[in-house]
């Protein structure tokens, strides 16, 4: 009765592969353990998804999976599987990537890639930091934080990754800690349900490097201050600039459907040619 | 019942936190690996609702409901 043993969650991972690569208390083990729930949840085929990552710690992720995966070139992530589902428009595609990969080397990807509202739920884990190379200060790193390349602390303003994509028209962006597991697993069943580009940012702990230069060295300290600092969107609207110094806003910035990109390119086809696209799944035709 | 695997296990205590019930207690003795693994030790208070399986990032845990 070895089976009976094992994680609700083990039938998804590729067990050979297991223990996983990432330091103790890592959030990209939470972040995958609430995909799986919040895939149960939506009710979408394990088989039909498709993962798609870019190059960091977070991108690992679709290696620990048994589904069909792509690990691609740094920040292109999303340019793939933007190829990925129009080739075959019934995959549900997943794109890892983390903050490096999806604010930094790939921004512009991921803001076309919102304005275009293709079909694809990103999981965007930040950890502030670039925790693969050895703690360099991201684009996401709050003001005064502290990392390898910023010994007296970061002056420059970080992005707020969330409303950035909300900006360039995603049509569902939710934002959670990995302290808010059961809320994040809520947003991924969203994101998948909704059709459109849904971006989900997750704020995570990397003790390691962020925590062990901002005084926050176990796990257990970095996820009090995610759970004690977030606040809700609904309430932060209403607070002043001076109240959220410090603040994670947390909750879901937008959720409005609008027409879908690989939906359009496909009845534009049909409108043209008066027949449906020869190159749609032509891989996957018997002949 | 909570089953939990020591190979898979890497220590982080995220479960003996995040518990809402303190089932979980961190065990004096470390093992060969200078790890210590959490302990069940209050599984009497535990009301399944999943959240340190939810929350492990190894996927070491798994709570069973009760068979009586």
């Given at each position: 009765m070895e089976e009976n043993n094992e994680s609700p969650f083990m039938k998804y991972l590729r067990k050979d592969r297991l223990p996983n690569i990432f330091c103790a208390g890592c959030g990209n083990g939470i972040v995958l353990n609430t995909f799986f729930n919040g895939m149960e949840m939506a009710e979408?085929?394990?088989?039909s998804i498709a993962m798609a990552s870019g190059i960091g710690c977070s991108s690992?992720?679709?290696?620990?999976?048994?589904c069909d995966s792509l690990h691609t070139t740094h920040g292109r992530p999303i340019s793939f599987a933007t190829g990925l589902k129009l080739g075959n428009p019934d995959l549900n595609v997943v794109v890892f990537t983390g903050d490096g990969d999806a604010?930094?080397?790939?921004g512009n990807h991921l803001i076309h890639g919102a304005r275009r509202n293709i079909d694809m739920t990103v999981i965007c884990i930040n950890n502030?930091?670039?925790?693969?190379?050895?703690?360099q200060i991201s684009p996401?790193?709050?003001?005064g934080s502290y990392g390898s390349t910023a010994p007296y602390g970061v002056f420059e303003r970080p992005f707020d990754l969330a409303e950035l994509v909300t900006a360039a028209g995603a049509t569902y962006v939710a934002r959670w800690t990995t302290a808010h597991a059961l809320q994040l697993t809520n947003a991924i069943k969203k994101g998948l349900n909704n059709k459109g580009f849904s971006f989900i940012e997750v704020i995570s702990?990397?003790?390691?490097y962020f925590g062990r230069k901002n005084k926050l060295r176990t796990p257990i300290d970095m996820m009090r201050w995610m759970k004690d600092s977030g606040v809700n969107k609904l309430k932060a609207d209403q607070m002043s600039a001076e109240e959220l110094e410090g603040k994670i806003v947390v909750g879901e910035f937008a959720n409005e459907p609008q027409p879908e990109f690989s939906n359009e390119l496909y009845n534009l086809i049909e409108e043209k040619?008066?027949?449906?696209?020869?190159?749609?799944k032509s891989a996957y035709r018997e002949d | 019942m909570i089953k939990l695997d020591p190979n898979l296990?890497?220590?982080?205590s995220i479960c003996t936190e995040f518990c809402p019930k303190n089932v979980y207690e961190n065990s004096k003795t470390p093992d060969k690996r200078g790890i210590r693994i959490p302990v069940?030790?209050?599984?009497?208070?535990?009301?399944?609702?999943n959240l340190c399986a939810l929350m492990c990032p190894d996927q070491a845990i798994k709570v069973d409901e009760e068979d009586e």
């Open positions: 979408v085929d394990f088989d690992r992720i679709p290696g620990y999976v048994k604010a930094a080397i790939g502030s930091i670039y925790g693969m190379t050895g703690g996401t790193s709050p003001q702990q990397c003790p390691t040619y008066g027949q449906k696209s020869q190159a749609a | 296990c890497k220590g982080c069940p030790k209050n599984q009497d208070k535990c009301t399944q609702c």
